[in-house]
T-cell receptor, first 114, second 113 residues
């Protein structure tokens, strides 16, 4: 199994509070991604990183920011959580940016905003 | 933009039945196509992939053929088992660098003994 650890695995937070989710990898892969999974939508890309300090927006980036100060860590921050951000969040990694590359996923973080 | 349309679920089958989950796509260029599977409480894992037209991906008895003429990548298995119960996602990645997967909505499959 690819070495990907997401923390926390579950979190309940109040509307308006900041939340940071962490993805840690031990594979030394260059690319890291944050997705959210919602019923009827599958997985949608929030942000991704193609190297330390190199990040870009995905399909549903509004309300989210990311940081990558080390190869192994990719942080997702909700500056002010809203109920629409209740979701399951998955981190993924790939060794390259080529289209035929397998992505490896973490076990997910279930976030509930009340 | 890229999109993936996947068979609506949930799907319930008896053990040893034949399985088909339909998947069609819209993409520019020549994307790579994937099926990922998510078992309860876990993240997604790659089931199979195909990277060019007419390629057949296969794994664990599952197969899917990349059909460019019909823009399809249907998942099939001849005889399903209870252990195949999971959510299945069709996905594509366009060949423009910075691989970003576009997923279908997922199909929940339940196999009953």
């Amino acid at each position: 199994d690819a070495g990907i650890t997401q923390s926390p695995r579950h979190k309940v937070t109040e509307t308006g509070t900041p939340v940071t989710l962490r993805c840690h990898q031990t594979e030394n892969h260059r690319y890291m991604y944050w997705y959210r999974q919602d019923p009827g939508h599958g997985l949608r890309l929030i942000h991704y990183s193609y190297g330390v300090k190199d990040t870009d927006k995905g399909e549903v980036s509004d309300g989210y920011s990311v940081s990558r100060s080390k190869t192994e860590d990719f942080l997702l921050t909700l500056e002010s959580a809203t109920s629409s951000q209740t979701s399951v969040y998955f981190c993924a990694i790939t060794p390259t940016g080529e289209s035929n590359t397998e992505a490896f996923f973490g076990q997910g973080t279930r976030l509930t905003v009340v | 933009g890229d999109s993936v349309t996947q068979m609506e679920g949930p799907v319930t089958l008896s053990e040893e039945a034949f399985l088909t989950i339909n998947c069609t796509y819209t993409a520019t260029g020549y994307p790579s196509l994937f099926w990922y599977v998510q078992y309860p409480g876990e993240g997604l894992q790659l089931l199979l992939k195909a990277t060019k037209a007419d390629d057949k991906g296969s794994n664990k008895g599952f197969e899917a053929t990349y059909r460019k003429e019909t823009t399809s990548f249907h998942l099939e298995k001849g005889s399903v088992q209870v252990s195949d119960s999971a959510v299945y996602f069709c996905a594509l990645s366009s060949n423009f660098g910075n691989e970003k997967l576009t997923f279908g909505t997922g199909t929940r499959l339940t196999i009953i003994p």
